[in-house]
């Protein structure tokens, strides 16, 4: 079965460009995340998303950052415009149930900004 | 609020040494706990889980965790570490909502570096 997918795997762009980060989850989970990995930061949850709707979006870093999910089987993540302290991996992740349960993650987009 | 304290940031093992990996936690019910593994320009991987029952848990790879609920910990163990086994480890506690679907809070890793 397919895992977790994400795309691009690598995305390098310039400071001030529109970048969107694409996630498909695991068919029939009803939960996804997106977070934030960096070396000084470590793991950070950007927003987490139950039946399509945003539930906790308050590690979103500022207005730049934008996520949706239009259906199950689809979500974005936006930042407009980007600036250098962006750089990181962004991982998205999916689960399914009523509790918190085992999540399930991509291989993650690396973000590099000039 | 819940956390998780990985007090371990790096640890180096010998090749067919053992290893416990340390994870403390604060909740304030019975938590759902998690271990997780990342491997360089990977994504996380389930190692186990701990939702409830037999406080001491099977993993993959041959990796085991117990839970004690008076230590508040959910310490990750391997008899004998194989070369493969470096990588980051996370532990992890879950949200509960009162029912609907919560989120883990992650610790900040612990990262094993295996000697020959």
């Known amino acids: 079965d397919a895992g977790v997918i994400q795309s691009p795997r690598h995305e390098v762009t310039e400071m001030g460009q529109e970048v969107t980060l694409r996630c498909k989850p695991i068919s029939g989970h009803n939960s996804l995340f997106w977070y934030r990995q960096t070396m000084m930061r470590g793991l950070e949850l950007l927003i987490y998303?139950?039946?399509?709707?945003?539930?906790?979006d308050s590690g979103m870093p500022e207005d730049r950052f934008s996520a949706k999910m239009p259906n199950a089987s689809f979500s974005t993540l936006k930042i407009q415009p980007s600036e250098p302290r962006d750089s990181a991996v962004y991982f998205c992740?999916?689960?399914?149930?009523?509790?918190?349960?085992?999540?399930?993650f991509g291989p993650g987009t690396r973000l590099t900004v000039l | 609020a819940q956390s998780v304290t990985q007090p371990d940031i790096h640890i180096t093992v010998s090749e067919g040494a053992s290893l416990e990996l340390r994870c403390n936690y604060s909740?304030?019910?019975?938590?759902?706990l998690f271990w997780y593994v990342q491997s360089p320009g990977q994504g996380l991987q389930l190692l186990l889980k701990?939702?409830?029952?037999?406080?001491l848990v099977q993993g993959i790879k041959g990796f085991e965790a117990e839970f004690k609920r008076s230590q508040s910990s959910f310490n990750l163990r391997k008899p004998s570490v194989h070369w493969s086994d470096a990588a980051e480890y996370f532990c992890?506690?879950?949200?509960?909502?009162?029912?609907?679907?919560?989120?883990?809070?992650f610790g900040k890793g612990t990262k094993l570096s295996v000697k020959p």
């Open positions: 992740a999916s689960s399914f149930g009523l509790a918190p349960d085992t999540q399930y």
């Open positions: 998303f139950n039946n399509n709707v945003p539930i906790d």
């Open positions: 992890a506690v879950g949200e509960d909502y009162g029912g609907s679907q919560g989120n883990l809070i």
């Open positions: 909740y304030g019910a019975t938590p759902y």
């Open positions: 701990y939702f409830s029952g037999d406080t």
